[in-house]
């Protein structure tokens, strides 16, 4: 390594990697700060990638403006770029593919994986992508080190006729698809969709894919607008009273058969409970259990949540 960097070199091709990089660096409770940082050195079985894209999180923002987290820290996990360095041992990569990387991945054997409870994997709990400091993603710099479990199992290459803006969107809609799949969102269905920013808009997306009948719900006009260019049958400005009436004229006077809540608000659960379908015992019980759920929502897990809403409507 010289002052300025380091060529790595294969059999194929070669790429200049600087010493140093810029990042957006975490240095406290709302405060995010551009500063040179040394680029991250690999070890065996692991690798680095230049950051060509990456998405801002909510996560992202919530722990930065509520200090969530201890600083520093560099964010950004919706990441994709491409490979220019591997450690001894990496066979699956080489120099110049255009990959993205998750920033958690399952073990795939454990008691938890075995009934794909994936979130509960203790191996799913440990960060794998890297700019420096504690591992937290580091999609907010231009290189990132991918541990040896995420180079192994839980990076995924990119087709040439997909961009690399495009490929950042792999991450969050894999999360959008697995609430779907475990909402088991059907053709004919009436899906009631809170919340229309960019996950919204990908759960609503998919469910239309399925088949379902789509609604949307949210109180910014150009949100409701952007969801009906993108395939949906109806949006819906909440503070106008009438959803419960727009639901009913398009399922046959049932409320919604789905209800996915994509709003940062612990009362939208009790809100999206009682527009499932259901007698009047189930949307009494939606709201005790609602009321119960959200003192502890912030530390549950997707799997357990999943489960209680199940139990919930006894499925």
Not at 7 to 28: K, N
Not at 49 to 62: E, F, M, Q
Not at 211 to 237: C, F, K
Not at 242 to 263: F, M, N
């Amino acid at each position: 390594m010289s002052q300025s960097g380091m060529i790595l070199e294969t059999s194929s091709s070669s790429y200049f990697v600087p010493s140093e990089m810029r990042a957006a660096v975490y240095r406290g409770k709302g405060r995010v700060v551009v500063e040179t940082v040394p680029v991250p050195a690999i070890g065996a079985g692991e690798v680095l990638i230049r950051v060509a894209s990456c998405g801002i999180c909510g996560t992202d923002l919530k722990k930065i403006e509520h200090g969530f987290v201890a600083a520093p820290q560099i964010f950004g996990h919706e990441v994709s770029g491409t490979v220019v360095a591997v450690g001894q041992g990496v066979t699956k990569w080489k120099l110049g593919d255009r990959v993205m990387s998750f920033h958690h991945v399952p073990c795939g054997a454990c008691f938890y994986c075995d009934r794909r409870l994936f979130s509960q994997c203790p191996g799913y709990k440990k960060v794998g992508l890297t700019a420096g400091f504690d591992p937290n993603g580091g999609g907010f710099a231009q290189y990132v080190r991918a541990l040896p479990w995420v180079a192994e199992r839980g990076m995924v290459s990119i087709p040439d006729d997909v961009s690399f803006d495009e490929a950042s969107f792999i991450e969050p809609l894999n999360t959008c698809i697995k609430a779907v799949e475990k909402a088991r969102v059907a053709a004919g269905e009436t899906v009631l969709v809170m919340g229309l920013g960019p996950i919204g808009l990908l759960l609503a997306m998919l469910s239309k894919l399925e088949g379902a009948t789509v609604i949307g719900s949210d109180p910014m006009p150009e949100r409701r607008a952007m969801s009906l260019s993108l395939g949906l049958d109806l949006a819906v400005d909440p503070r106008e009273g009438r959803l419960a009436q727009e639901i009913g004229s398009r399922s046959q006077g049932r409320a919604a058969d789905v209800v996915p809540a994509a709003v940062p608000i612990p009362a939208a659960l009790t809100e999206a409970l009682g527009r499932l379908c259901g007698d009047a015992e189930l949307g009494v019980r939606a709201r005790e259990a609602a009321a119960d759920f959200q003192g502890r929502m912030a530390a549950t897990a997707e799997e357990e949540a999943l489960a209680a809403i199940d139990a919930l409507l006894g499925r």
